[in-house]
Structures are given as C-alpha cells and as structure tokens.
T-cell receptor, first 112, second 113 residues
Framework: GNSVTQMEGPVTLSEEAFLTINCTYT??????LFWYVQYPGEGLQLLLK?????DKGSNKGFEATYRKETTSFHLEKGSVQVSDSAVYFC???????????FGSGTRLLVRP | NAGVTQTPKFQVLKTGQSMTLQCAQD?????MYWYRQDPGMGLRLIYY???????DKGEVPNGYNVSRLNKREFSLRLESAAPSQTSVYFC????????????FGPGTRLTVT
C-alpha cells in the first residue's frame, strides 16, 4: 500500500545551520507530495507541495524536489531560525484521492 | 476568513461519558476530515466526508460517529469515552479539485480518565 517514511527526530540544529529532513514514499504512479508544519500547540499548516516529477515546491525559504527515481521529497532550508522549531510532516495524496497519507513527523529544534 | 475552527480546545472526560467535537469551515470546501494525533504515530484518519450528505470510515473509526450537518459543519461524537481515546483531534477540509491539499483546524486536546 501507499506509505510515507520520514527520518526519526528530533533534529537539533544551531541557528543558521543547513537543514535536511528526509522523506521517502511508496506508491504506484505519480502521487502529489506535501510538507506540512505544526508549530507548538497549533494545527498543521501546508508548507509546500509538488504535483509531478522534478517539481520543486518552495515557501518561507524551505524547498523540496519531487524525485521520482528515488521516490523522495526531502525538505531543505539553507539557514534555519529559532522560529522554525516545529514538527514537520511529509504526506502524499494518490490519484486525487481525498485521503492524505502522513509520515510520522520529524521534530526540529533550533537553538540560538 | 477564520478557516477551520474547532470547539472545544480542551476537554477532560471520565470513562463512559459522551461528547461531541464541533468543526466548521468557511472556505466553501466540499470535503472534511477528522484525524487523531498520538505521540510517534503521526495523524490517523478517523472519518471523512467527501461531500455534504456522505461520510466514510477512515483508518481508526471504532468508538466514533460523525455527522455532516451541512456543507460547513462536520462533528465527531464519542458515545462512551475510553482512556484509549485520549488524543489530540484535528478537523480538516479540502476542495474536490486540484491536489486536495487539506487545511487544518487548531485541534482539540481530549483527556479521558
């Protein structure tokens, strides 16, 4: 079945460090891929998305490229800030289904 | 636009009590969803409503019921709460076009003692 695997957290970085959070997926065909962010005490917010192979989603300095050959959608940011501390969820949506399939989430802690 | 709103924000129940979690969206979305979030398990879909008048079970429906009251509102009911239902509950909504990105409410933190 369809699934999403994320790297285990927490990921702890110093401010201005480079961030990578790995996400790989299992699905046939060409799912749409998403990154959601959850700040402490809040609901999930859509951070970025990509709908076809080689698409790059970007928002707020974060980027992720849809890699069909490696079934990956890794999240990157060149210089993290303390305010980026949150839980990040990778998700996929298959064949325009109503359902999102989420990874288990990766907690990011950025220290000043 | 308020987006997706949920009430209450916090609730404590005793085992066996019942309650209804309320959700409303003002984005004219057709589809609505209820998830629960437990530590280390991501989000799991409880029920969803693809459109007004329809509801379907998700991954973990046991112990819950839902009502799609109208296009805006989608409620989740616990008829007889159990400690295993202690969780954070999120409502979400989406269009039925494009890539179905979902928009989430702020959540309800429920504790069952």
């Amino acid at each position: 079945g369809n699934s999403v695997t994320q790297m285990e957290g927490p990921v702890t970085l110093s401010e201005e460090a480079f961030l990578t959070i790995n996400c790989t997926y299992t699905a046939t065909g060409y799912p749409s891929l998403f990154w959601y962010v959850q700040y402490p005490g809040e609901g999930l917010q859509l951070l970025l998305k990509a709908t076809k192979a080689d698409d790059k989603g970007s928002n707020k300095g974060f980027e992720a490229t849809y890699r069909k050959e490696t079934t990956s959608f890794h999240l990157e940011k060149g210089s993290v800030q303390v305010s980026d501390s949150a839980v990040y969820f990778c998700a996929l949506n298959k064949d325009s289904s109503y359902k999102l399939i989420f990874g288990s989430g990766t907690r990011l802690l950025v220290r000043p | 636009n308020a987006g997706v709103t949920q009430t209450p924000k916090f609730q404590v129940l005793k085992t066996g009590q019942s309650m209804t979690l309320q959700c409303a969206q003002d984005m004219n979305h057709n589809s609505m969803y209820w998830y629960r979030q437990d530590p280390g398990m991501g989000l799991r879909l409880i029920y969803y409503s693809a459109s007004e008048g329809t509801t379907d079970k998700g991954e973990v429906p046991n112990g819950y019921n839902v009502s799609r009251l109208n296009k805006r509102e989608f409620s989740l009911r616990l008829e007889s709460a159990a400690p295993s239902q202690t969780s954070v509950y999120f409502c979400a909504s989406s269009t039925r076009q494009g890539v179905y990105e979902q928009y989430f409410g702020p959540g309800t933190r429920l504790t069952v003692t």
